[in-house]
C-alpha cells in the first residue's frame, strides 16, 4: 500500500483502464461507479449507432461530433473506426485508443505512422485523437514483447506501418476547411459513402 498514489490518482488509473476495455469489448455491459457516484454505464452494443454511442460515452460527445468514420482493408489488414478531424487537436495525448486484434497497444511503430498521416495538418505540438482497430492475422504479430502485452511486433513491420499510414493519411486529404469557418471541416466524399458501417463481430 505505500507505492500507492492518492486516491484521485489511482481513480484514474482505473477509470482509464475501463475506458479501454470497454472500447476492446463492445458486447460487455460495464458499470464503473466511485464512492456511490455513477461515473460509467454501458450496454452491450452491436449495431452501428450502438458503437458510436458507446465511443461517444467513452471519449465524450465532441469527439464524436469531430470525428470521421474510417474502415479500409487490403493486404490482408483491416484498419477501421474513428479519426478526429485535426481541428480537434489536443494539448496532451488524453484520447488515443488504438487496438491490434482487440488489445490496446501503445506502439512506436503505429505512433510514428498516425504522427506522419497528421503531419501536414497539424501542429508539432498538438495530439491528434482517434478510435482505432488494426485487424491482421495473429501470426502476424507477435504479442510476447512487453511484460504488460502493451507492445507488440509485426513479422512485416514496413508493411503495416506503410497500410496505417495510407489509410488516415488519405482520410485526411479528402477533408477540406470551410474559408468561412475555420472551425469546422467537412469530409468531400459522396454522400453514400459518408456513414461507414462498422461491426463488432470483427473484434477479435
Not at 495510407?166 to 454522400?191: K, W
Request: glycine residues 4%.
Amino acid at each position: 500500500r505505500k507505492f500507492m498514489r492518492a486516491e484521485s490518482t489511482e481513480f484514474r488509473h482505473i477509470d482509464q483502464l475501463v475506458r479501454r476495455l470497454a472500447l476492446s469489448r463492445f458486447g460487455l455491459r460495464l458499470a464503473l461507479r466511485h464512492n456511490s457516484r455513477r461515473v460509467l454505464e454501458l450496454e452491450p452494443a452491436a449495431e452501428e449507432a450502438q458503437l458510436a454511442a458507446r465511443v461517444a460515452a467513452v471519449c465524450g460527445e465532441e469527439f464524436m461530433a469531430n470525428a470521421v468514420a474510417l474502415d479500409e482493408s487490403r493486404m490482408g489488414m483491416r484498419l477501421w473506426g474513428w479519426v478526429a478531424l485535426p481541428s480537434f487537436a489536443r494539448a496532451q495525448a488524453d484520447l488515443q485508443y488504438l487496438y491490434v486484434n482487440g488489445r490496446v497497444v501503445r506502439d512506436k511503430l503505429l505512433g510514428h505512422a498516425l504522427r506522419r498521416a497528421y503531419a501536414d495538418v497539424l501542429h508539432s505540438t498538438r495530439y491528434p485523437a482517434f478510435v482505432l482497430f488494426l485487424e491482421l492475422d495473429p501470426a502476424m504479430v507477435d504479442v510476447n514483447v512487453h511484460p504488460q502485452k502493451s507492445e507488440v511486433r509485426f513479422r512485416q513491420s514496413a508493411q503495416v506501418h506503410d497500410f496505417l499510414f495510407g489509410c488516415v493519411h488519405q482520410l485526411l486529404r479528402r477533408i477540406r476547411p470551410e474559408p468561412e469557418l475555420h472551425h469546422r471541416v467537412e469530409l468531400n466524399v459522396p454522400p453514400d459513402r459518408k456513414s461507414t458501417r462498422l461491426n463488432s463481430s470483427h473484434i477479435t
